[in-house]
């Protein structure tokens, strides 16, 4: 259920900004991130290797493909909703085959973090299943970009011609840094900044590049997040807030969302030429659960799941 209500609600976040609209064609998406981008890496990474395939069977698929798509949704993600309105192909994962790349790819994968695989080890912190960072999935279209174009000013021509979406990221960050024992004030005090700063990097490495849109999504309300709610549960009523979110908790999302807006507006300053968006993933999700019925209905019969 929380993957087809996320799913819808964060295309709606990006839309409802005036400059996720069509007033500018482009010809190719380019998508990073981790579950709510990825549309079949981790499948593809994954297979023989870690016993993860959940998401190569129903529910994942069932409400628009009619079958699982290595998405970490019964639905479409925000970069399919996005691809559509921009009347251009799904984007096809990298790890995919035989797919044709010069109207998009994405290479985002669930589980990924801002931060490295050595980071996290460095500081005895809980290792993410894969290493899918922000600067692998660089460094996987820095691979990529030599298959689209061989010269400096034809890959900026590419570039300039295509929307790149760049996250969510820092939302499995925490979750690792949680789960070792840091507090929610550590989070927020060193952590947040650090997962800023790759961030804000990694975009102005695509800006030097000849990337002139980039939609740098925020994140969601972290207390809400089905995870954290199962893995932080508390008998004590006043850790709820009145929409049944761990109040505490989604501090940490939107105090991100916070650095995150700063450092969107120090890149617009850098690059006055260039569209950097911010992506606000974090109210919509609170108004869906102030006014769920206006988002859709579920229901269960004899234990199959449908949707009105």
């Given at each position: 259920?929380?993957?087809?209500?996320?799913?819808?609600?964060?295309?709606?976040?990006?839309?409802?900004?005036?400059?996720?609209?069509?007033?500018?064609?482009?010809?190719?998406?380019?998508?990073?991130?981790?579950?709510?981008?990825?549309?079949?890496?981790?499948?593809?990474?994954?297979?023989?290797?870690?016993?993860?395939?959940?998401?190569?069977?129903?529910?994942?698929?069932?409400?628009?493909?009619?079958?699982?798509?290595?998405?970490?949704?019964?639905?479409?993600?925000?970069?399919?909703?996005?691809?559509?309105?921009?009347?251009?192909?799904?984007?096809?994962?990298?790890?995919?085959?035989?797919?044709?790349?010069?109207?998009?790819?994405?290479?985002?994968?669930?589980?990924?973090?801002?931060?490295?695989?050595?980071?996290?080890?460095?500081?005895?912190?809980?290792?993410?299943?894969?290493?899918?960072?922000?600067?692998?999935?660089?460094?996987?279209?820095?691979?990529?970009?030599?298959?689209?174009?061989?010269?400096?000013?034809?890959?900026?021509?590419?570039?300039?011609?295509?929307?790149?979406?760049?996250?969510?990221f820092g939302g499995n960050d925490y979750t690792f840094v949680l789960s070792s024992g840091k507090?929610?004030?550590?989070?927020?005090?060193?952590?947040?900044?650090?997962?800023?700063?790759?961030?804000?990097?990694?975009a102005e490495s695509l800006l030097e590049l000849g990337a002139t849109t980039i939609v740098l999504?925020?994140?969601?309300?972290?207390?809400?997040?089905?995870?954290?709610?199962?893995?932080?549960?508390?008998?004590?009523?006043?850790?709820?807030?009145?929409?049944?979110?761990?109040?505490?908790?989604?501090?940490?999302?939107?105090?991100?969302?916070?650095?995150?807006?700063?450092?969107?507006?120090?890149?617009?300053?850098?690059?006055?030429?260039?569209?950097?968006?911010?992506?606000?993933?974090?109210?919509?999700?609170?108004?869906?659960?102030?006014?769920?019925?206006?988002?859709?209905?579920?229901?269960?019969?004899?234990?199959?799941?449908?949707?009105?």
């Amino acid at each position: 259920m929380e993957q087809l209500l996320l799913c819808f609600l964060l295309f709606i976040s990006c839309f409802s900004h005036a400059n996720c609209t069509k007033d500018q064609p482009y010809n190719a998406i380019i998508s990073f991130g981790d579950s709510y981008a990825d549309t079949g890496n981790f499948v593809s990474l994954v297979k023989g290797v870690l016993p993860y395939d959940v998401f190569e069977h129903l529910p994942y698929g069932m409400t628009y493909f009619n079958k699982s798509t290595g998405r970490g949704c019964d639905g479409r993600l925000v970069v399919d909703f996005i691809a559509q309105n921009l009347s251009l192909p799904l984007v096809p994962p990298y790890f995919s085959k035989g797919q044709d790349f010069h109207t998009g790819v994405n290479f985002a994968v669930i589980g990924s973090t801002a931060l490295s695989l050595e980071y996290f080890r460095q500081r005895n912190i809980t290792i993410p299943a894969t290493d899918t960072s922000i600067s692998v999935q660089l460094g996987w279209f820095n691979q990529f970009k030599t298959s689209i174009c061989n010269t400096t000013d034809s890959c900026k021509d590419y570039f300039s011609k295509s929307l790149f979406i760049f996250g969510e990221f820092g939302g499995n960050d925490y979750t690792f840094v949680l789960s070792s024992g840091k507090s929610i004030s550590e989070v927020k005090s060193y952590y947040v900044p650090v997962v800023i700063n790759a961030t804000k990097e990694a975009a102005e490495s695509l800006l030097e590049l000849g990337a002139t849109t980039i939609v740098l999504p925020g994140n969601l309300p972290t207390g809400c997040i089905p995870i954290m709610l199962t893995l932080y549960a508390s008998t004590n009523k006043s850790d709820y807030d009145h929409l049944g979110c761990l109040k505490h908790y989604n501090t940490i999302g939107y105090y991100h969302n916070i650095k995150l807006r700063e450092a969107v507006v120090q890149l617009q300053l850098k690059y006055p030429k260039a569209k950097i968006i911010y992506a606000d993933y974090y109210e919509p999700v609170i108004k869906f659960l102030k006014n769920p019925d206006k988002f859709g209905e579920l229901f269960v019969i004899n234990g199959d799941i449908n949707y009105k």
